[in-house]
């Protein structure tokens, strides 16, 4: 689910969750910041955003987006990692490392955060934020 357009900062947006979504996405927050110190948190349309990289379509379209994001949608909790390891996107080059999960191209989809094995998680998320500092080509959106 996307914040609201009146919510502005990711403190907020944590805030406006319901209980069971805020404290899973409180530790996830937690646990990004602290794995990726360099990815700055800020909203994109309306995720929790870390981190930014610009993007040019084939057709010549242009745009910012997340290095990393965090979603609370209708039925379970989205981290997305929006970099490319040679070739292929990093969450579904490691899907078979992260067994409880749903993986997408570059969505890994979890109904509780114990499905998720935040270690691995956040391995993936610190391994991004090093490919962003070695100046790895990222996905256009």
């Not at 309306?46 to 965090?70: C, F, I, K, N, Q």
């Not at 890994?108 to 100046?135: H, P, S």
Request: some cysteine.
């Amino acid at each position: 689910m996307k914040s609201a357009p009146e919510i502005k900062t990711p403190t907020a947006s944590l805030a406006s969750l319901p209980e069971d979504r805020r404290a899973a996405l409180r530790t996830l927050d937690r646990a990004i910041r602290k794995a990726a110190p360099d990815l700055e948190p800020h909203l994109c349309s309306g995720m929790l955003g870390y981190g930014r990289y610009h993007y040019t379509y084939a057709s010549g379209r242009e745009g910012d987006w997340a290095v990393v994001s965090l979603a609370s949608q209708k039925n379970y909790i989205s981290l997305y990692l929006c970099v490319t390891d040679e070739g292929e996107y990093l969450a579904e080059k490691n899907k078979a490392r992260l067994v409880k999960v749903s993986v997408g191209r570059s969505c890994i989809r979890f109904k509780k955060l114990e499905d998720l094995d935040l270690k691995v998680a956040m391995e993936l998320v610190k391994k991004a934020e090093q490919m962003i500092k070695d100046g790895v080509s990222l996905p256009a959106r």
